[in-house]
């Protein structure tokens, strides 16, 4: 046991990621754009507890035939409706979209479309099997956006009121930065890859602020100490001393979640899978910001020295 | 900060063991724990709680209902009016009132004589009953704010937010009521009946059931009456909208007559009945018996009496379920309804008609339905990904940091093992996304140790002694670790605040994961790193 991997990483390790910034804001920056204008022109593909509608997913006797059931439901005049392969090939997802009407009278249209889609599967489809149905009304469906937005919101002010208060305001405003950051871009990856956007999206993004706060609040950390440590040292060399310094931990923290998230989203099943994805890239993209968004963003705002005499 | 005195070391173990106690329960068979049907042979002092699975587990239908505020404000508006108009009736002189008008939140009335006014307001006051249960909320006293127009005679009681927010709220708990009882019938297990918000009802029934059956009983109002019908205009004539007074056209359950003119004013209604059960017809079918109470028996005997030879209906939610001729006066207060019924929606009609109707109409907002076999997979599904993720995070700690790493790994199970306590001492639901939770806090909560062991390998290279080194990592690294995880939380929280369902269900054991994973990662293994670091005394940190 007196073998450990960690003997052969590094210390004091000098890699100049600050020198880098330039790069780094422009990658990010078309990054940001990209995402918005994906975002804007695409659009997320709204999970139906967002859009308000319903959804079954039915097993059929040996693989199912999409060609069979396609028409079935098509020809019911519901609208726009998906049917896919979900996680195998005797499942299968049939999403229909929101039926119009507002209030009780919308609830209900939702409630009497799934009704005829299983009306006419039972009397078109041999031995069909209901595995799990979702019917959600559009006055649900909206406040569950509001919910969502709030949330995530909410979660952004909190951080940076946190960090005001443990740190400076430079700090607070470069973690928050950092934060947007990343969840625009998982909304922009989502956009472009028009993944289903959901409920449990949502609690990603939200996980995803917290282990990216996680870990930009780990380098600030130390960059606070090497502050009060090197007096005299400058900004940019504190910065990058600090971020070298918390590697290691950065990209061993980062492996394990990851391998924690690669099994999820390889053996945890469909309905898991959205959101271990929005997981993987939100660490990946969480771990790069705080390295090279959230660091260099203190040496554009400034921080005074002065201020961290204990 | 390695040393820990005896009774801290006795505290710490002790918390672990408790975890463990409480964990234990879901790794033992039913029959020894005991369960829903079974009794257990653990002694009763040993926690046999189980971790509570979220209905996306174990399957089950979730609903969530919204009361119509609307008809509910309606049937206030109507009572009032009802009252007035009885009221200004009830002694002599009468007086005379018409132009009955329900407007928003206002029922208005116009005197024949405005010269009655005084005396129209004092007869009319009971509808002001000051109300006990307004008085203690602050509302205010009255539940109608009463003005009158002298020169016109027209008085308008306009009801208070206040007495609509409380008749909301009753009609919420009635409902509940109402609906407990209805689904007590289908003897599913557990089920959960509550109030959400103010106008709100979740409703959650776990196991294998029928959506569209729960959905059938839960949400018909069922109000039943009995009419007689209505036989002075024809129906081809009503239906060209020519309605006599005191008329009423329904629809009617049967397509050889679809629609059917009933006089309004019932001859009896459910609330007189007292037991219903599903029965069968003197010819085979099935039916539903009926019994009223003292005066609806009475009441229904004269009717039908004075109307042999005609027909009465029976009226479920203004739709004609029946209209037999009367062949004979109907004394005994009990009778059977034929209406074309399957064994099982005799079954249901019967057990709507025990159970009483909704005071309000409910819509489905929010439905949701996982079968068992979807639960199970997603068990199985989340237990894999959650071995499989375990054990890769384990030996990577180890090939990393070589024995400092089974330390970390050890922590990391006493931290699995005491979120499984915590859930099931808490029993709070574990849902699917719950399980990611736990996954996701497997591969984040070995930070706190990673942090510890960079700090302890950093002043191991600065020539440290071992025990030094160690000392000087857990002191440095503290307050990272707690600003960490407390940012994590924070996003935790508002998951949980943001959540419904399955979604709190991952805020659950995040927030749980966290308390654990700090106390794990940084006291729990730092005890045991203290341990080995005094009993091996190691010359040299493997790190």
Known sequence: MSFALSRYIPLGTKIPFVEQRFIAFGLSSIAIVVSIAAFLIIGLNFGIDFRGGSQILIVTEGPADLSEIRPVVLSLGLGDVQVQNFGNDSTVRIRIERQSGEGTEGANAQQDAIKTVKAALDANIEGWQERATSVISPKVSGELVNAGIYAVFGALICMLIYIWFRFEWQFSVGAVVALAHDVILTIGMFSLSKLEFNLSIIAAILTIVGYSMNDTVVVYDRIRENLRKYKRMSLLDVLNQSINETLSRTTITSITTLLALFALFFLGGEVLRGFSFAMIWGVVVGTYSSIFVAAPILLVLGVQRGEFEE | MLHFSKLKQAIIWLLVVVGLVFALPNALPENIRGGQDVVGTLPSFVPSKTVNLGLDLQGGTHLLYEV?????????????????????????????????????????????????????????????????????????????????????????????????????????????????????????????????????????VPGKSDPERIKELVGKTAKMSFHMLDTSVSITEAMAGRIPPGAKLVEGSNPSEPNILIRRRPLVDGEDLVDSRPSFSQNGQPAVSFRFNGKGARRFGDATAKNVGRRFAIVLDDTVISAPVINSPILGGS????????????????????????????????????????????????????????????????????????????????????????????????????????????????DANVLIFGRVREEYRNGKTPINAVETGFTKARSTILDANITTLIAAVLLLQFGSGPVKGFGVTLAIGIFTSVFTAFVFSRMLTSYWLFKAKPKALPI
């Open chain 2, 335 to 446: 009778g059977i309804i034929e209406g074309g019924f399957t064994t099982e929606s005799a079954n249901d009609l019967s057990i709507l008609l025990r159970a009483g109707a909704l005071p309000a109409k409910l819509t489905v907002l929010d439905q949701g339905t996982v079968g068992p076999e979807m639960g199970a997979d997603s068990i199985r599904a989340g237990a894999f990904a959650l071995i499989i993720g375990f054990v890769a995070v384990v030996i990577f700690m180890v090939l990393v940091y070589g024995i400092m790493g089974l330390i970390a790994d050890a922590a990391l199970i006493a931290n699995v093992l005491m979120i499984v306590g915590a859930l099931s001492a808490l029993q709070a639901t574990l849902t699917l996304p719950g399980i990611a939770g736990i996954i996701l806090t497997i591969g984040m909560a070995v």
């Open chain 2, 68 to 204: 119509d505020v609307e008809s509910v404000k309606q049937a206030k508006l109507e009572a009032a009016a009802d009252d007035a108009r009885q009221f200004l009736r009830s002694e002599k002189p009468i007086i005379p009132a018409t132009g009955f008008r329900i407007d928003g939140d206002a029922v208005s009335f116009r005197l024949a004589r405005p010269t009655q006014m005084d005396m129209a307001l004092e007869r009319i006051k009971p509808i002001n009953t000051v109300d006990q249960a307004l008085l203690l909320t602050g509302g205010t006293k009255a539940p109608f704010v009463m003005t009158s127009d002298p020169e016109s005679g027209r008085i308008t009681l306009s009801l208070t937010t206040e007495a609509l927010d409380k008749e909301i709220r009753d009609a919420v708990a009635r409902s509940i009521e109402v609906i407990r009882q209805r689904i007590d019938e289908l003897g599913t297990r557990e089920p959960t009946i509550q109030r959400k918000g103010d106008d709100r009802i979740i409703v959650e």
